[in-house]
């Protein structure tokens, strides 16, 4: 797709889903657009980032600002039968078409027929051969890293007010579903890197279609309450603001990469790249957020914090950060699970404030975050050891004599872990 018919995409979401979008102007640049030296931004606070160039690349800008104004029509038309439906009624209709095939679905609606469609027409620029390869590597720190580092990655989405607010607004971040919604992040991408699991009717396809239905439904709740103002945010989650987590993997492989000289990815990291870019199409993404070189996705998770207005609202941000932070993912896990809940907590509180506040201890205080002495004693041994176990497994994964006997071992505590984080619907069946 280039640049202009992305732009026209933009503008034909009026005609094509009008009950939602004839709200919106598609000339209208938003006020958490920030496009000048002169407007904060959230990349102003990253050391050596060179904001000037990137709002100097005209190109790139169009992009971001044309991103920050694209929702996602199919699945947004889905969500609009909600009141005919009910949302049990969505998911299981949309649970049987992932699984059976939508002529599966009695009297199928034209929506979920369209849905499909789009997560069915895979694009050329897709290898799936690749995307195996990529969740074969990408499934070793899905079972030994993420648990301890998904709360802190997720901390990082609430971090401004502009691309929190649509969660926020729906309620669905507070309390107790706080660790439901942590979970059900960690078991989204567990399901995309089991093996098959992004194939047509595999679990990580349906977990992309579910993930993709939860945030329109977000997304209608907020246009259609009256409360939203797209004059101010534009339409609620756009697609620029679900980059970010698509591609953080990425984005970290990248940075390695330039770091140590290369212009292109070694053949492990070309496969985790193609597994994310076409994670990120069945979650929506157009492919010209998704670039396929190193220095193309720091230009791009670089160009969306340059141009997102910078916004700390403590109502909002803070809130979502203390109740994500202060969660108990495993309740019932017994006097184990709470001590190991215990270095997690503190694990992902140390990172979230190196990785994501740049270490200032002081920010992390007035969010109402404060790391303790015990909080270092318990994360700092912790480090070594997980990132030691993960180049171990990798290491052992890549010769051939013990690659599969490694997988295995890698599939079965990735099922555990599934089990660990509940059953929601779409990977019921893998953890079996």
């Given at each position: 797709?280039?640049?202009q018919?992305?732009?026209d995409k933009?503008?034909?979401q009026r005609?094509?889903?009008?009950?939602m979008y004839?709200i919106?102007?598609?000339?209208?640049l938003?006020?958490?657009?920030?496009?000048?030296?002169?407007?904060p931004?959230?990349?102003?606070?990253?050391?050596?980032?060179?904001r000037?160039a990137?709002?100097?690349?005209?190109e790139?800008?169009?992009?971001m600002v044309?991103a920050?104004r694209l929702?996602?029509?199919?699945?947004d038309?889905?969500a609009?039968?909600?009141?005919?439906?009910g949302?049990?009624?969505l998911?299981?209709m949309?649970?049987?078409a992932c699984?059976?095939?939508?002529?599966s679905?009695?009297?199928?609606?034209?929506?979920?027929r369209?849905f499909m469609?789009a997560?069915e027409?895979?694009?050329?620029?897709?290898?799936?051969?690749?995307?195996?390869?990529?969740?074969?590597w990408e499934?070793?720190?899905a079972a030994?890293?993420t648990p301890?580092?998904?709360?802190g990655a997720?901390?990082?989405?609430?971090?401004n007010?502009?691309?929190?607010?649509?969660m926020?607004?729906?309620?669905?971040l507070?309390?107790?579903?706080s660790?439901?919604?942590?979970?059900e992040t960690?078991?989204?991408f567990?399901?995309?890197?089991?093996?098959g699991?992004?194939?047509r009717?595999?679990?990580?396809?349906e977990?992309?279609a579910?993930v993709?239905l939860?945030h329109?439904a977000?997304?209608?709740h907020?246009m259609?309450?009256g409360?939203?103002?797209?004059y101010t945010?534009?339409?609620?989650?756009?697609q620029v603001?679900q980059?970010?987590?698509?591609?953080?993997?990425s984005?970290?492989?990248?940075?390695?990469a330039?770091?140590?000289?290369?212009?292109?990815?070694?053949?492990r990291e070309?496969?985790?790249i193609?597994l994310a870019?076409?994670?990120c199409?069945l979650l929506?993404?157009?492919?010209?957020l998704l670039?396929?070189?190193?220095r193309g996705v720091i230009r791009v998770f670089k160009?969306r914090?340059?141009?997102?207005r910078?916004?700390f609202?403590?109502?909002?941000?803070?809130?979502l950060?203390?109740?994500?932070?202060?969660?108990?993912?495993?309740?019932?896990?017994?006097?184990?699970?709470?001590?190991?809940?215990r270095?997690?907590r503190?694990?992902?509180?140390?990172?979230?404030?190196?990785?994501?506040?740049?270490g200032?201890?002081?920010?992390?205080?007035?969010?109402g975050?404060?790391?303790?002495?015990a909080d270092?004693?318990r994360?700092?041994p912790?480090?070594?050891f997980?990132i030691?176990?993960?180049l171990?497994?990798?290491?052992l994964a890549?010769l051939?004599?013990?690659?599969?006997?490694?997988d295995?071992y890698?599939?079965a505590?990735?099922r555990?872990r599934l089990?660990?984080?509940?059953?929601?619907?779409?990977?019921a069946?893998?953890?079996?």
């Amino acid at each position: 797709m280039s640049s202009q018919a992305l732009s026209d995409k933009v503008r034909h979401q009026r005609e094509q889903l009008p009950a939602m979008y004839d709200i919106t102007d598609p000339d209208h640049l938003p006020e958490r657009l920030a496009l000048t030296l002169d407007d904060p931004s959230d990349l102003d606070d990253v050391k050596g980032a060179d904001r000037a160039a990137l709002l100097a690349d005209t190109e790139l800008m169009d992009l971001m600002v044309t991103a920050t104004r694209l929702g996602d029509v199919v699945a947004d038309a889905y969500a609009m039968l909600l009141p005919t439906y009910g949302m049990g009624g969505l998911i299981e209709m949309l649970r049987t078409a992932c699984r059976d095939g939508v002529e599966s679905v009695p009297d199928a609606p034209e929506e979920l027929r369209a849905f499909m469609a789009a997560m069915e027409d895979r694009p050329d620029w897709i290898d799936l051969e690749q995307v195996a390869e990529g969740a074969r590597w990408e499934r070793i720190d899905a079972a030994l890293l993420t648990p301890f580092v998904i709360r802190g990655a997720f901390l990082a989405t609430f971090l401004n007010a502009y691309a929190a607010l649509p969660m926020a607004m729906t309620g669905a971040l507070t309390g107790e579903t706080s660790a439901r919604r942590v979970k059900e992040t960690a078991s989204f991408f567990a399901a995309t890197v089991l093996p098959g699991g992004t194939e047509r009717h595999g679990p990580g396809f349906e977990a992309a279609a579910m993930v993709r239905l939860m945030h329109s439904a977000v997304r209608v709740h907020a246009m259609r309450s009256g409360k939203w103002n797209h004059y101010t945010h534009g339409p609620p989650i756009p697609q620029v603001d679900q980059m970010p987590a698509g591609l953080i993997n990425s984005f970290l492989i990248s940075v390695a990469a330039v770091k140590d000289g290369r212009d292109d990815f070694d053949e492990r990291e070309r496969a985790m790249i193609e597994l994310a870019r076409y994670r990120c199409f069945l979650l929506g993404l157009p492919v010209e957020l998704l670039p396929a070189d190193p220095r193309g996705v720091i230009r791009v998770f670089k160009a969306r914090a340059a141009t997102l207005r910078s916004s700390f609202d403590d109502d909002t941000c803070g809130a979502l950060v203390r109740s994500t932070l202060a969660a108990r993912l495993h309740p019932d896990a017994g006097p184990w699970g709470r001590i190991v809940e215990r270095f997690e907590r503190s694990f992902a509180t140390i990172t979230f404030v190196k990785a994501f506040l740049q270490g200032d201890t002081e920010r992390a205080a007035r969010m109402g975050i404060r790391v303790t002495r015990a909080d270092q004693l318990r994360a700092v041994p912790m480090l070594p050891f997980l990132i030691g176990r993960v180049l171990l497994v990798r290491r052992l994964a890549g010769l051939p004599v013990l690659s599969g006997l490694t997988d295995r071992y890698v599939v079965a505590t990735l099922r555990r872990r599934l089990r660990g984080y509940g059953h929601p619907e779409y990977v019921a069946r893998a953890i079996d």
